[in-house]
């Protein structure tokens, strides 16, 4: 993996054109997944399916040719390893039975099942060795501030009030919550890096809905921990933090976590990125999913504005959030050729 483009750049590297990948790349917008999905059936029969998961892992990479590919996988595998009862609900989005009490949180198990997760780190094996040489595949996890407010609501919510009303009701309860998933996430990434990925990202899509002490106590501290766990293993791979929506407190968290590169959503500034996050790691992103679905001038425009702008250190190409499911595939094709020229 010397040469991959994607793997220099987390090392620190600035490149003459960007590594590219996309969050989501594997998914409903590919005709190709649609009709696996089809026959799949539910969302986490693809998901423990290593045949079926491995494919669409490898869909993109066979089609756009993108620096990386991502696990095909789910955040909530977690709270489903934990003894939570999982389900997608057609058009809905995921449901899980609500841990709102201490006797809820009583009835989930202490580690992970690694037997419901055997299936994940058999992808894993089933990618890498399908992937074309000097091609990365990257494993991922949920930050615990995210799985948490699913696994308290036992669905998602706008304002994250659920989980916000337990740790201000039992802030005892809730941390034993974090406590659990900070281990068992990190034991899980170890075990992906185990079966073969070659980097990781901690997805925190929630930690904008915290204001400043609940963000360091909820997902700064919580993520150093699986940070810390993870290199106490691996001290080679890199870990990508991912704190959607934190904007200005992204370079505390850089400092404290000690991630290798972050990731950036579409609303942040450009020139506060260039000053106060760039000097200290390898950034990635962030171009806006509703640009890419919509095409044209303005997306081209803001391509060479986002290659302008953060392409002189060390940079990833990417979105701000995932690739929107009617995005057509000429705007990636386009995407692809312009992050390239």
């Known amino acids: ?180 998933l900070v281990v068992n996430s990190a034991a899980y990434l170890n075990a992906q890096i185990d079966a073969g990925v070659d980097a990781v990202q901690i997805f925190d899509s929630w930690a904008g809905s915290l204001g400043p002490e609940d963000f360091r106590r909820w997902c700064i501290e919580p993520t150093k921990r699986i940070v810390d766990l993870v290199r106490a293993r691996h001290p080679q791979v890199k870990i990508i933090g991912f704190p959607r929506g934190a904007g200005a407190g992204i370079p505390d968290y850089v400092r404290a976590t000690g991630v290798d590169a972050v990731g950036l959503e579409t609303e942040i500034d450009r020139s506060f990125v260039r000053e106060a996050i760039q000097p200290l790691v390898p950034v990635q992103g962030h171009l806006d999913p509703e640009l890419l679905r919509a095409g044209g001038t303005e997306l081209e425009r803001e391509i060479a504005a986002i290659r302008a702008a953060f392409g002189d250190r060390a940079f990833v190409f990417n979105l701000g959030h995932g690739i929107l499911p009617d995005t057509p595939i000429a705007h990636v094709e386009r995407l692809v050729e312009l992050v390239r020229a």
């Open 1 to 180: 993996m010397t040469d991959s483009l994607f793997l220099r750049a987390l090392s620190g590297e600035t490149l003459p054109k960007p590594p590219l990948w996309l969050m989501r790349q594997a998914g409903r917008y590919l005709p190709e997944y649609r009709a696996l999905r089809a026959e799949a059936g539910g969302f986490l029969d693809l998901c423990y399916n290593p045949k079926w998961a491995a494919e669409v892992t490898l869909q993109p990479i066979r089609r756009f040719g993108f620096d990386a590919a991502i696990l095909f996988s789910d955040i909530l595998v977690i709270p489903h390893a934990l003894g939570q009862k999982l389900w997608f609900a057609q058009g809905e989005g995921p449901r899980l039975e609500p841990i709102a009490d201490e006797a809820r949180f009583g009835e989930i198990r202490t580690e992970i099942d690694q037997d419901v997760l055997a299936p994940v780190y058999e992808t894993v094996r089933r990618v890498k060795a399908a992937l074309p040489v000097g091609t990365p595949l990257i494993g991922f996890c949920g930050a615990p501030w995210t799985v948490a407010t699913y696994m308290v609501a036992g669905r998602g919510t706008p304002d994250k009030g659920p989980a916000k009303e337990l740790f201000r009701r039992d802030p005892s309860l809730f941390a034993r919550l974090i406590d659990r």
